[in-house]
């Protein structure tokens, strides 16, 4: 569905800010989507979008009414796993078990495919089959030495399954594992690593020592910038940098 170009533009700009905050700030997320679903909701990828912004703030049932909103109109199954995990959000993890034998599942590419695996295999958890769900982890993909986006994730949920069963010195190694794999840290494996370990992090300096610092620390003369707390601000809304120096003001989704 085309609109009109200064709609369109409207849309388009709320979509991008959702994308910039989905995964920082999710309630404001939320809010844009909200304002481009009642600008364009005969969109696909408005009602797309604003199901991954309800889905981000645990309104599970709204994000699937826009998921399968959005699969009407596009004929897609890209969204088929999400839509599984929404029915765990919901409390009905059998229903998400059931989409996970659906034929849809096949039409899948390999990250959808691995992404309902590890819905299912939440789901497996939900109803308290933890064996069943290690199983549901176990595959080629979870074996392969080749990296993937999904690699990180699959071999952390096969560790916190393990660990869950019982099996601790097995989980070790596949939180090393994930560990490994995740250079963006996109899991908290390395936590979960210290905690089996008996790592506990505290600060390096106490209370007390680290007022003794600040204490020792020198003043800012008076007719300075430093210490004041403040930021400076420039016209153009930037904080911080230099007013005469480059800013092309992109912004990525």
């Known amino acids: 569905m ?10 388009a700009r709320n979509l991008v800010m959702v994308a910039r905050l989905i995964d920082e700030d999710p309630e404001e997320a939320y809010a844009y989507a909200r304002i481009a679903l009642r600008l364009a909701s005969r969109v696909a990828a408005v009602r797309e979008a604003a199901g991954f912004a309800a889905y981000a703030t645990q309104k599970y049932s ?3 009414a826009e998921f399968r909103a959005a699969r009407r109109m596009t004929g897609s199954v890209d969204l088929w796993p999400v839509m599984a995990d929404c029915e765990r959000g919901l409390g009905r993890p ?5 989409m996970a ?8 590419d390999k990250a959808g495919q691995v992404e309902m695996r590890l819905v299912a295999a939440g789901a497996r958890r939900d109803m308290g089959q933890i064996d069943a769900a290690i199983v549901t982890l176990q595959g080629p993909e979870l074996a392969s030495h080749s990296v993937q986006p999904w690699t990180p994730r699959l071999r952390y949920a096969y560790a916190d ?4 069963a019982g099996r601790e010195d097995e989980a070790r190694e596949w939180f090393g594992k ?23 992090f505290v600060d390096a300096l106490g209370d007390d020592e680290a007022d003794d610092v600040a204490a020792l620390a020198p003043e800012a003369p008076a007719d300075s910038d430093a ?3 403040t930021t400076a601000q420039y016209t153009d809304g930037r904080a911080g940098e230099d007013p005469d120096g480059p800013a092309d003001g992109s912004a990525t989704a």
């Open 178 to 200: 994930a560990l490994e794999a995740d250079k963006d840290g996109s899991t908290d494996a390395s936590d979960r690593l210290a905690e089996l370990d008996g790592v506990e």
């Open 227 to 229: 210490g004041s707390g």
């Open 101 to 108: 034998g659906e034929p849809e599942v096949r039409r899948l």
């Open 161 to 164: 399954a393990l660990l869950e």
């Open 2 to 11: 085309s609109l009109p170009k200064t709609l369109a533009e409207d849309v």
């Open 94 to 98: 059998e229903r998400a078990m059931a």
């Open 62 to 64: 709204e994000a699937l």
